[in-house]
């Protein structure tokens, strides 16, 4: 019988469970809207996530959207805290009200595994049945009324990527109830310990009688749970717990797998009242005829590079008319307010320091979008699922694991969430080989500079050369990345073998407005960074690059503007600066300029292309605008060469392709690691390989080239 319904009270607390892929992120966005919070749980890097869920009485509730996780039981920090704040043991984190469970009706089996844990828990629960539409396709429709019955609780249909039933869904949480207990068929000798442990810990844990038996059941198991701590701490509960093993093994039984064992065969029981099976010939889905391909061992990897290749050619090819606009936009933007101003050291600072500088960033933001973009789709579409599970054998083989890909790929967006997201990998030996090579891929604040050095050196290229190379230069940060976990793997302990298990989700059309938000997201991080850190960066180097100024007499000694122009750069505290640096990186082939935007890039690898951009144009305020790359084509050394040349562009693309240039990234390594050692491990190492890279390909090339 089920029990009396457990309604929330206004401002309660509701925590999102699900397995990965299950579509959780996507119904959380969908009942929460923009009224959400990000965060990091105290003392680890996982993420916190919460939002506020309106109800139909004009109450609210606060939803948590925990992390994606197949089980309760721990293995990675994810799982800790999915573990910790659903048994109610984290001090920031009150214990959940109530649960909303994901399922993927689609992997009904899979997901039910974790349901049956919760179900342990004697909490209000409520569960979304998800991708209802994909299972009914694929023949194995879920009666959801049958598994509401068979659990107790509300199951409600969705489709969460078309916000289908989710005022069904708002009126099932209002009204959440506990579902039925259930009794999981393990062996007697099992069943007999559970019952004996289970009256101890009454005894002597403060435990009711239901709960306590679940309590003695994960004490026999193994389960590392904190909020079990107190009692595998009693010593009189850890003798009999031990006894108890000891006589379990003599019986031949193991508790982890009687568990598991016993908690499939309710699964598979369950699974066959509910799932209504379609007759007729077994057909081959849609999701299964191109997996043929996609995880093929010879034509998935050929996919998966074609799928990369087309997505750096989207990147040039549609990005560059956007871009085009963004830099008229800048430009007309720039005459407008240089004609409302009176000459003099603001109007300099203006349309030097914050156009010349953050405009010339803000240009690359369309490029930035277009890959946010299409990262979005491939990973809304279930590919990216595939693709992990694709690259787990080739990672295997240089010392990383198949959980390695998706914070390898995230690092193409950003480092910084990689490092974040490395917090799935159990092994904490996998997890440091991975964070030390993150910083090698190719992370979106260095698009604006390959951007930048292809335009204004290689001039002639179309976007299909222009794809290639931008590949090629991926490619080497990712050959970069293999050889430098080859090395770890030799240094660090070998780390335990382990499965890795990924559920696929079937292929589905990516939801617009989801892939639209994460792109927007993710972009307009890098318009607020443009807004803050390099405009702030932006301000002292034009400062230092403007003072202090040449008197008029000393102006007068050379002839032309330009002259004039690079005299009183080379006489500020930058130009002073720039030229100290020089000796450093003049066999790299820079000069002083290249010098010091490599130093100011520490602070953000962006602040390259506003550092270029200020040298360019301080000292020459007029009322239009100078492009970058034609004053960078158009730069010269006194004896008539150029400045920027393909070698130059190749050296510099190289060092950037190597180089630790992320004072954020450091910071996130250390803390992540708890040392200082690896973060600064990683930049002289990382910086080391750039330097002698840059310099091989320079020096080699100038003799080649005769130059």
Not at 600 to 609: G, H, I, W
């Amino acid at each position: 019988m089920a029990r009396e319904p457990d309604p929330l009270r206004p401002a309660r607390s509701l925590a999102l469970v699900g397995n990965p892929n299950a579509g959780k992120t996507t119904l959380f966005n969908a009942l929460t809207g923009l009224r959400q919070k990000v965060g990091n749980y105290p003392g680890v890097t996982v993420e916190k996530r919460a939002g506020v869920l309106r109800l139909a009485d004009d109450h609210s509730v606060e939803v948590l959207d925990l992390p994606g996780t197949y089980s309760l039981v721990t293995m990675s920090p994810d799982e800790q805290v999915v573990s910790d704040v659903l048994h109610g043991v984290r001090a920031d984190t009150p214990r959940p009200d109530a649960i909303l469970a994901v399922v993927d009706a689609d992997n009904l089996a899979r997901n039910l595994f974790l349901v049956s844990q919760i179900l342990d828990l004697d909490v209000p629960l409520v569960v979304a049945l998800n991708m209802v539409d994909l299972a009914t396709r694929h023949g194995h429709a879920v009666d959801a009324a049958l598994l509401s019955e068979v659990l107790g609780c509300a199951v409600v249909p969705v489709v969460g990527n078309k916000e289908e039933g989710l005022p069904a869904l708002v009126a099932a949480v209002r009204t959440a109830r506990r579902p039925h207990p259930v009794q999981f068929a393990v062996p007697v000798a099992m069943a007999e310990e559970e019952q004996a442990l289970g009256a101890l810990i009454v005894e002597h844990g403060g435990l009711e009688e239901a709960p306590a038996r679940i309590a003695a059941r994960r004490l026999l198991a193994h389960e590392p749970g904190h909020d079990l701590a107190p009692l595998r701490d009693h010593p009189t509960l850890e003798a009999a717990v031990e006894a108890a093993r000891v006589r379990l093994a003599a019986a031949g039984v193991d508790p982890t797998e009687a568990d598991i064992s016993a908690r499939y065969r309710w699964i598979d029981g369950v699974v066959e009242r509910v799932v209504a099976r379609a007759e007729g010939p077994a057909t081959r889905s849609i999701t299964q005829r191109v997996d043929a391909v996609a995880l093929h061992k010879v034509w998935g990897l050929v996919l998966f590079a074609a799928l990369m290749a087309a997505l750096f050619l989207t990147v040039f090819w549609v990005a560059k008319p956007l871009m085009d606009g963004v830099k008229n936009g800048v430009a007309w933007l720039a005459l407008r307010v240089a004609g409302s101003m009176a000459e003099g050291p603001l109007k300099a600072l203006v349309i030097d320091g914050v156009f010349g500088g953050v405009g010339a960033v803000m240009v690359f933001t369309p490029q930035i979008a277009v890959l946010f973009l299409s990262l979005a789709a491939l990973e809304d579409s279930g590919y990216l699922a595939r693709a992990a599970f694709l690259m787990d054998r080739l990672l295997s083989r240089v010392g990383l694991h198949g959980k390695s890909f998706i914070p390898l790929l995230s690092a193409f967006a950003c480092a910084i969430p990689g490092v974040l997201s490395t917090r799935t990998i159990d092994d904490r030996r996998d997890r440091l080989a991975t964070i030390l090579v993150l910083p090698f891929m190719g992370c979106s604040a260095r698009l604006p500079i390959y951007a930048l050095l292809v335009a204004a050196c290689f001039p002639s290229m179309g976007p299909v050369r222009q794809a290639i190379l931008l590949l090629g230069l991926y490619v080497a940060g990712i050959v970069a990345a293999v050889l430098t976990s080859l090395l770890v793997k030799r240094k660090l302990a070998p780390a335990k073998g382990s499965a890795f298990i990924l559920e696929l989700p079937s292929y589905k059309r990516p939801q617009g407005t989801h892939v639209l938000y994460q792109a927007w997201t993710n972009t307009w991080a890098f318009v607020t960074r443009a807004g803050t850190t390099i405009c702030a960066f932006s301000i002292v180097l034009w400062a230092l690059m403007y003072y202090p100024r040449l008197s008029p007499t000393e102006l007068a000694q050379h002839p032309t503007e330009a002259t004039q122009r690079a005299a009183q750069i080379e006489h500020s505290y930058a130009g002073r600066a720039g030229h100290a640096i020089e000796p450093v990186v003049r066999p790299l082939g820079y000069d002083w300029k290249m010098g010091l935007g490599l130093v100011s890039a520490y602070a953000a690898r962006e602040v390259f292309v506003s550092t270029l951009g200020i040298a360019y144009r301080v000292g020459e305020v007029r009322d239009d605008t100078t492009d970058l790359t034609r004053a960078m084509a158009a730069d010269r050394y006194p004896d008539g060469r150029k400045v920027w040349t393909p070698l130059v562009a190749t050296s510099l693309m190289v060092w950037f392709v190597l180089a630790m240039q992320c004072m954020s990234t450091m910071a996130v390594v250390r803390r992540e690691t708890g040392s200082w050692r690896w973060p600064l491990a990683q930049l002289v190492y990382m910086n080391g390989l750039a330097y002698l890279a840059s310099l091989l390909i320079f020096q080699i090339g100038r003799r080649i080239l005769g130059a």
